[in-house]
């Protein structure tokens, strides 16, 4: 029960990492605020929210487009209506492009920074906005884990956007971290390899495996469970002195 009683917000929770967060953290204690576009299971099977009740009643399924301020400000602002204080905030959603330079066209482009890159953002501010206001526990006031991707450090083949927004994402988690640690606000990331999580598509095209399985010093490819639990350190009070760090999750491939 490392989050006991702490109110958690996961955003892009109906799926994959973020669904695994949403439901490690519910067994964990946290009041989760789970937050998506769609409660609609990319992977299929049941919606999020059934599975957290079932463990939590306490939990919430709030569906919200976090590229929009307005939506973004309602999810906060209802999670410590609930609640009464916010806890973690754990930045997930996110979007792939799936083109390379020469083929990414501007909308394709805005669409994958306004989830990835703006929508972090604006959940970031208006989380760290609460946040200040809030007393200090056990030396924090509140945390935020983004999930990036080992793709923010070296390059994402023929997702041009995606490896933009993911590097982006691991300087906010800096520059937050660097800006608000005086406030007792901690920020880290995590940092995932390639992840099977059920998804199809691109992603699991046997070229696309080979790629990542050739790349992968470990004999196996990660788990949703990997990142979760990597989170759920990040997310507790386990994790003392520690901010700005971007934590590799990812079998050894940045190693290699």
């Not at 490392?2 to 695994?20: E, P």
């Not at 490690?24 to 919606?47: H, K, M, W």
């Not at 501007?106 to 970031?124: F, P, T």
Request: hydrophobic share 45%; aromatic share 6%.
């Amino acid at each position: 029960m490392r989050l006991a009683n702490k109110t958690v917000i996961v955003t892009g929770a109906s799926s994959g990492i973020g669904r695994a967060i949403a439901l490690l953290f519910c067994r964990e204690g946290a009041n989760v605020v789970a937050v998506d576009i769609t409660p609609d299971v990319v992977e299929g099977g049941e919606p999020v929210i059934g599975s957290l009740t079932a463990i939590n009643p306490q939990a919430v399924f709030l569906q919200a487009d976090i590229s929009r301020a307005d939506d973004v400000e309602h999810v906060v602002a209802d999670s410590i209506a609930r609640f009464g204080r916010l806890d973690v905030l754990v930045n997930n959603a996110a979007i792939h492009g799936a083109t390379p330079l020469l083929e990414t066209d501007e909308e394709s482009w805005d669409r994958v920074m306004a989830v990835n890159l703006k929508g972090a953002y604006l959940c970031s501010q208006a989380a760290i906005r609460r946040m200040l206001q809030q007393p200090i526990e056990n030396d924090v006031r509140g945390r935020i884990v983004n999930i990036s991707s080992q793709h923010g450090m070296v390059s994402a083949p023929g997702d041009f956007a995606y490896g933009v927004s993911k590097a982006g994402l691991v300087y906010m988690t800096k520059q937050i971290a660097a800006d608000y640690a005086a406030d007792h606000i901690i920020c880290n990331a995590v940092a995932p390899g390639k992840i099977l999580t059920g998804k199809s598509g691109r992603a699991v095209a046997p070229d696309m495996l080979d790629y990542s399985r050739r790349r992968t010093p470990m004999p196996r490819l990660g788990t949703p469970a990997d990142v979760a639990n990597a989170a759920l350190f990040l997310a507790s009070d386990e994790a003392t002195y520690i901010t700005g760090h971007n934590l590799l999750v990812d079998g050894g491939w940045m190693a290699a």
